[in-house]
């Protein structure tokens, strides 16, 4: 049993940044692979980083949208994965959940096993 809790969301002007946390409960947090997704109002949750376990390469994987602004890490120390986001758009404004599923990442939402109650991200333009 994995239990996420994500933080940093808030409201940033076009062309800012923001950095997401997820701090998720257990021991074998490093087995797992983390992903991140978001939902905007009216919309289908979408995937948007994944990162894989060490075991996995610690490999990232991203989607078009966000590739080369926002960028997925994690400290296994610290059983956080973050989502750095950088040259934020309005576009980019949603509620931002962290999810976890043992072994290899993916990028559909379905296949997570865990996930955060989500953290609201709201760039004004």
């Known amino acids: 049993q994995v239990q996420l809790a994500e933080s940093g969301g808030g409201l940033v002007q076009a062309g800012g940044s923001l950095r997401l946390s997820c701090a998720a409960s257990?021991?074998?947090?490093?087995?797992?692979?983390m992903g991140w997704f978001r939902q905007a109002l009216g919309k289908e949750r979408e995937f948007v980083a994944a990162?894989?376990?060490?075991?996995?390469?610690?490999?990232?994987y991203y989607a078009d949208s966000v590739k080369g602004r926002l960028t997925i890490s994690r400290d296994n120390a610290k059983n956080t994965v973050y989502l750095q986001m950088n040259s934020l758009k309005p576009e980019d404004t949603a509620v931002y959940y962290c999810a976890a599923r043992p072994g290899s990442y993916s990028t559909a939402h379905e296949v997570y096993d865990y996930w955060g109650q989500g953290t609201q991200v709201t760039v004004s333009s």
């Open positions: 990162m894989a376990t060490r075991w996995g390469g610690d490999n990232t």
């Open positions: 257990g021991r074998t947090f490093s087995n797992y692979a």
